[in-house]
């Protein structure tokens, strides 16, 4: 039995108190690129209670992502959008999902992001990555911005990390590994970048930032 919207926010505030669920219930997080990063970022902010998640990708599920991505097999052919807005209601039947099932590029990222608190870099490639971070720093500068770099490989989990670039970018990950040298992504180390990121969200929203 799915409980009603008032008992789910009592569930929420007990574990979080009330004041601090407040801040998440009123936040709008953008996660750009739904694959091992950001569908477990999505998970984590969804079951935190963050009231509103815009997801972007332009990419379809595939059988080689079921090793690291919260998808699963009989969603297979499904834009990444709709099925991980599919697994989202399933564990927070209340959040308030956007969808936008596009590439995004530098012509219509700040049209996607603009009604965004907070944005997470989830990108797999690193020009893709790199357009996003240039962007948001540079046309964005009172948006949060929390990125990735290195989680390949099976290194140890405690080189990820989350680091301070300026007062709005945070970095997450251990800023070396790449999977063309590590050659594998698996998923228990994906998912420890990916929980440094939410994890630094719900930190940014209740204002205990990083000091470095």
């Known amino acids: 039995m799915i409980p009603t919207k008032e008992e789910w926010n009592k569930a929420l505030c007990q574990r979080h108190g009330e004041d601090v669920q407040k801040k998440f219930s009123a936040a709008t997080v953008a996660v750009c690129g739904l694959g091992g990063l950001g569908s477990h970022i999505a998970?984590?902010?969804?079951?935190?209670g963050i009231g509103k998640l815009i997801l972007i990708d332009f990419d379809r599920v595939d059988i080689t992502n079921l090793h690291r991505q919260q998808y699963k097999v009989n969603q297979i052919g499904m834009d990444?959008?709709?099925a991980l807005s599919e697994n989202l209601r399933e564990i927070a039947p209340y959040i308030d999902i956007e969808r936008h099932t596009v590439r995004m590029t530098e012509d219509n990222a700040v049209e996607l992001l603009k009604d965004a608190d907070i944005i997470c870099e989830a990108f797999d490639d690193a020009e893709s990555k790199a357009m996003l971070t240039n962007l948001v720093l540079e046309t964005m500068p009172k948006t949060f911005l929390v990125a990735a770099s290195g989680m390949a490989g099976f290194?140890?989990?405690?080189?990820?990390r989350t680091r301070k670039i300026t007062s709005k970018f945070y970095l997450c990950g251990d800023e070396q590994s790449d999977v063309k040298t590590e050659g594998s992504?698996?998923?228990?180390?994906v998912m420890l970048c990916a929980a440094h990121q939410a994890h630094t969200v719900l930190r940014i929203l209740t204002e205990q930032f990083e000091t470095e």
């Open 43 to 48: 998970i984590s902010l969804a079951r935190a």
């Open 80 to 82: 990444k959008t709709d």
């Open 155 to 160: 290194g140890s989990a405690n080189s990820i």
């Open 185 to 189: 992504l698996v998923s228990s180390r």
